[in-house]
């Protein structure tokens, strides 16, 4: 079993004690009376059964004692303020709300978004994170996170923003060069299809609408949504991709369909956060942020 420490605040107060050799200024430092860092040096003296510092008319000084435990812990308190000194110009909490997302959601629907976002809360400041690693809600500095996936992670708060669903996209020149008038089948097998996942979401497509794909060789794979989408705008090949990700480029006219209906699939954008999290108010209000927004897309 770990040696038992004595209380921490017992700790400091001597910490900050032997540094100045002034329980005053220990105490100005601490914020607290010079009554308190007294008690706290006698209940530290009780635990360890040592005095620590010689009380003489001319001031404080260290025992021996005293100078051993210095040596010991000034160390530690270093290593903590060093650990500390990166946050130490962060804006206070009260008002940030950090997000930990993947870099598609972030680029395609979070940033065209942040200027109606600051319009609306002024008063809130958000923190995007991305990342493909699964932040730990309960141990690490995030206040929410979008994922995609099935969800089912943990014992967190989830709550998806769309059904999920996919979209069969290709560049419009693409579309026009190979011919609108081709059927499905023809279509296929004669542009290349990116695929995305690793369970095949053609193979879905196909069985949704019926069209056979397995005499259409042209396949290319690619694991990031958004190097798939960045190839569909370059006239790359046709995708099936999350509906929330391309509608912006389908409005644009950077992508169109080539096939008028939406692709059921399990996988979706959703938000999720520890019990708890959302009585904050600031991150209440993004929630409620993004599932205004993830409306008005439609």
Known sequence: MPTPLPPLNAIRAFEV???YLNFSRAAEELGVTQGAISKQVI???DFIGAKLFERLPGGLSLTQEGIALRGSIAPAFEHLG????RYHRRPPRSNVCRISTLASFASHFL???LTSFEETYPNIKLE???SDRLVDLSREEVDLSVRYGPGGKGDLIESPLVKG???PVISPK???DVGKEKDLKKFLTSVRRIQVFSNNEWRKWSEATGVDLNDAPHVFIIEDFVVAIEAVLAGQGAALLPEILVRKHLTNN???LFCPDLVDWNQTYYTAHVAGADRRPVVRDVLEWLRTEVVVLG
Request: proline share 0%; no cysteine.
């Open 17 to 19: 004690a032997a540094r």
């Open 43 to 45: 209940l530290l003296e």
């Open 82 to 85: 060093e650990a500390f000194h």
């Open 165 to 167: 669903a996919l979209a």
């Open 254 to 256: 950077g992508m169109a």
């Open 174 to 176: 693409l579309l026009n």
């Open 111 to 113: 940033v065209s978004r």
């Open 128 to 130: 995007i994170l991305t």
